[in-house]
């Protein structure tokens, strides 16, 4: 299964970044453009997940992640506020569906410059459990390379499993994969929705995702309680060393809803 992400250009769309470089510890305005092929820019989008575009910027070493909200002016620009803590090279990606006959889901990909002092960190080493803000998160399963598997993910707090998770961009969490080195881009789908009668909220939410290589891909869940969105994140290893599963240091800086 073919990765998203790793273009600036893919079915004729292009994604065209009016801000190529922030600094570290400062609030700051991101904005961009989708262009189609004759150069206009895209002002129709499919609503998917709740949204018409999903933006993840996510550092190139794979420790800081936000998941963010644009809003689109009628002219077909997105702005967004930003503030990145760490120095260094960034991916923005846009994940969306253009509103024509026949389209598909595209996600593009470009560089962001994060200014400041930087330090760079290895990758986390691998567990099962991630822990973010008092809950911990539980990883069942394993990514095989080009052949679709379940990632269960239960959440609990204190002890106790999480049993009234709120929904969240139509689902009880939200997944996104990236493999460590060019960061490219995986498709994750949840498994049931709320209300549909048999998806139940929480403890466990539940995901197919194909690797479509062997290698190391970190996994950032979104999920929602007590009116919060919180993100545990882990590395998995897809192929050979596919029993290994990895939390991130401490707690996942991943905030930023």
Do not use: C
């Amino acid at each position: 299964m073919a990765a998203g992400g790793l273009q600036i250009s893919e079915g004729g769309y292009r994604l065209e970044l009016g801000t190529s470089r922030v600094t570290t510890g400062h609030r700051s305005e991101l904005r961009f453009v989708v262009r189609d092929g004759q150069g206009r820019a895209v002002t129709g989008y499919r609503r998917e997940h709740g949204k018409e575009l999903h933006l993840i910027v996510a550092s190139r070493d794979l420790l800081t992640y936000r998941h963010l909200h644009p809003r689109r002016a009628a002219d077909g620009t997105w702005t967004t506020p930003v503030d990145l803590p760490r120095a260094g090279g960034y991916r923005v990606f846009a994940d969306f569906t253009p509103e024509v006959r026949g389209a598909r889901d595209l996600v593009l990909g470009a560089d962001l410059a994060v200014g400041g002092p930087y330090r760079p960190q290895d990758l986390p080493a691998a567990d099962r459990t991630a822990r973010v803000d008092g809950y911990d998160v539980e990883l069942d399963g394993t990514l095989t390379p080009g052949k679709p598997g379940e990632l269960r993910l239960s959440v609990s707090r204190d002890g106790k499993p999480v049993t009234d998770l709120q929904p969240y961009l139509g689902a009880y969490g939200h997944l996104v994969a990236l493999r460590a080195g060019d960061l490219a881009y995986l498709h994750v789908h949840p498994k049931g929705e709320p209300g549909d009668g048999k998806t139940e909220a929480g403890p466990v939410v539940s995901f197919t995702a194909t690797a479509p290589s062997n290698g190391s891909y970190r996994l950032f869940l979104d999920f929602k309680h007590d009116g919060v969105v919180r993100t545990a994140a882990f590395t998995v290893h897809a192929g050979a060393a596919a029993e290994s599963v990895a939390q991130t240091p401490e707690h996942s800086d991943g905030h930023g809803h």
